[in-house]
């Protein structure tokens, strides 16, 4: 691992929030637990009660309501009274990036570790212990990622489908088995399943980076920060699935049509982190072009046949020909400096 940008992380301050104590006295928890809240009256309690039934039980949780037009404060305050680990934070409208910042702000500097789940979502009770076990046993473990359930409006689960992390091999592309522990940053940088809230983070490693990036709101602010934190030392998936992630009308992050934005400037903000190492550069100019020209055409072979046993002969086609075709290329366009394979994966 090497050194990243000392940045935004290190020193990000809250704009116009103010704070509000669930309890008295100083914090010094092991794990500081932030998370960001907007118009999530109905749910929010659900997650603190699942954060207070939590085994582990040296943390602080500290609730930011980022403007929020309904009751969220009011269900907030309530549901924190009389706890001394928990807190809110009230601060203007800025996105849930500004709110997971505003958090980190007011948490305490002794913590070891930093959690951001979502509002609107619960903790399995185990869920923190687990997480805490497997990284105080490797230290070289800058970030660790679980699994998720995804739950309906009343608790229960709904189906979930099958993430998939994804690795260069010489000539293509191999699925990471879950028995792997290891995210490498070429899955990271391809979108690899790994939710915002699942991701127990090492406040070590998060320092050197440039922490949640404003601009991106919900949806790719992911794919900026935890490659970060592969750069710094191993990403490290956990397979037990500890965070129940619902799914509720409005979602931000199920909103259609962001993909596609959000993927374009992902690339674009990385190809101008002119903060990176020759070595780290290299490896990120080769996940770009094993995306572009390995991962890509994969996919859409797998396209190609579903549509063809469909029956959309035409489309099928068409699909498979432009994946053969960029696959092709794959060995006449090659990243500028082109590291080993192994570099990534």
Not at 235 to 254: F, N
Request: a positive charge; proline letters at 8%; aromatic letters at 10%.
């Amino acid at each position: 691992a090497e050194g990243g940008h000392q940045g935004h992380a290190a020193h990000s301050g809250a704009r116009g929030a103010t704070g509000l104590m669930g309890g008295d006295g100083p914090f010094m928890p092991r794990v500081s637990i932030m998370t960001p809240c907007y118009n999530v009256a109905p749910y929010v309690e659900r997650m603190i009660s699942s954060v207070r039934r939590q085994t582990f039980t040296d943390w602080e949780h500290i609730l930011v309501d980022d403007g929020s037009t309904d009751d969220t404060a009011e269900v907030v305050l309530s549901a924190i009274r009389g706890e001394p680990r928990a807190r809110l934070v009230r601060q203007p409208n800025g996105g849930v990036c500004a709110a997971r910042n505003a958090g980190y702000a007011a948490a305490s500097p002794s913590s070891e570790y930093l959690y951001f789940p979502d509002p609107d979502d619960m903790l399995a009770p185990d869920l923190i212990m687990t997480m805490i076990t497997y990284m105080d046993a490797r230290p070289h473990v800058s970030m660790a990622h679980c699994g998720f359930q995804l739950v309906g409006l009343d608790d229960g689960p709904v189906p979930t489908p099958a993430g998939c992390r994804y690795a260069p091999t010489r000539y293509g592309v191999r699925r990471i088995p879950d028995h792997e522990p290891l995210t490498p940053f070429v899955s990271l940088y391809c979108w690899a399943p790994v939710p915002e809230p699942v991701a127990f983070i090492r406040r070590s490693a998060y320092v050197q980076t440039t922490g949640w990036d404003e601009t991106f709101g919900q949806h790719g602010e992911g794919v900026i920060l935890f490659p970060q934190l592969a750069l710094l030392g191993e990403v490290h998936y956990v397979p037990a699935s500890l965070y129940l992630y619902r799914i509720r009308p409005g979602q931000s992050s199920r909103v259609e049509g962001k993909q596609a934005l959000a993927e374009r400037r992902v690339v674009e903000w990385w190809r101008n982190a002119t903060w990176l190492t020759p070595k780290q550069r290299a490896v990120v100019q080769h996940a770009e072009w094993f995306r572009y020209y390995r991962l890509e055409p994969w996919k859409g072979i797998r396209v190609a046949a579903q549509d063809f046993c469909a029956g959309r002969v035409r489309r099928s086609l068409r699909f498979a020909l432009g994946a053969v075709r960029r696959y092709a290329c794959s060995f006449i366009a090659r990243p500028a400096t082109d590291p080993v394979i192994s570099a990534c994966a």
